[in-house]
């Protein structure tokens, strides 16, 4: 399909301190839409410049909630070049959250077209810092003027960049995280696995919650027993016992199928390691924890890659996991991922696309 692309006339100036860049504050000079309708099916992909969306105040998903999006980065590499991690399994994963919310599926090839056109023109934005990279957010919505809960005929899909710093500005320092077992933000059967905003808006309460106590992430539970582990806000969980034995929560259909936690796993076991999936009690997890069990911890995502766990508070009691320092096998994981992602190392699963 033929994407147009016009260029904006009126460029912004790219930001000269890389070390002040956060996380989803600057936005590059273009987007790329793609319009869905039940009769046409996707058309008209374009890149535009950067504006703001203008939508009917009955649009469906500001009443209904019908989205989904994904997160991805676009990397520099050391020879001046740039490359994707893994953007197809991003799509595949937006149709499975399409299904599950009613939206109309995606055309991954199409998608990826548009994306790959939008970083045509906007690649140069990616820093060039340490742990730097250009965040892709992939975007639909349902944009029909209608009040009532149906499917939306009409959907809009867009894609926006951010030039964002590096995750550990000051380098990797591990964190707290507080179990959360009185609210619930997914059951099995719900939405827990899609990448949809309501996952998120469930999570803000307890983030509150957890923040106020002194912790960075909020671990939850499962919906029906609040017994079992699930995933932290942000990020898959992995425990790791003294043989370098990894245990991570089985994908249930209220857990986030995260790529960053698959690529983990795949690279830990072609490294040797044992990996189970599998339900978890927290019960057991404090009590391997006391009894000096469980060596190290860490959280699998997209903004942090691997973020070492050092200690977890549940019903009000702190439990230290592992020593309080980054564990060598959370490190280990850490590097030769980032290494493929950058482009410092093969990847022999093929995961990268180069641009």
Known sequence: MNIRVARTTQPKQK???????????????HMLLIDYEAEKGWHDPRVEPYRPLSLDPACSVLHYGQEIFEGLKCYRRPDGGFQLFRPRDNFERMNRSALRMGMAGVDVELFLEGLLALLSVDKEWTPRSE????????TMIATDPFLGVAASKRYLFYIILSPSGAYYADGMAPVGIYVEDELVRAVRGGVGFAKTGGNYAASILAGVHAKGRGYAQVLWLDGVERRYIEEVGAMNMVFVYGDKRLVTPALNGSILPGITRDSVLTLAKGMGMEVAERHIAIDEVIADAKAGKIAEAFGTGTAAVVSPVNKICYRDEEVSLGDGLIGNVTMELYNRLTDIQL?????????TIRL
């Open 131 to 138: 742990g730097t990279s250009l965040y892709i957010r992939p």
């Open 15 to 29: 930001p000269a301190d890389e070390d002040k860049l956060g996380f989803g504050k600057v936005f590059t000079d």
């Open 343 to 351: 482009g410092k190392a093969d990847d022999p699963m093929g995961w």
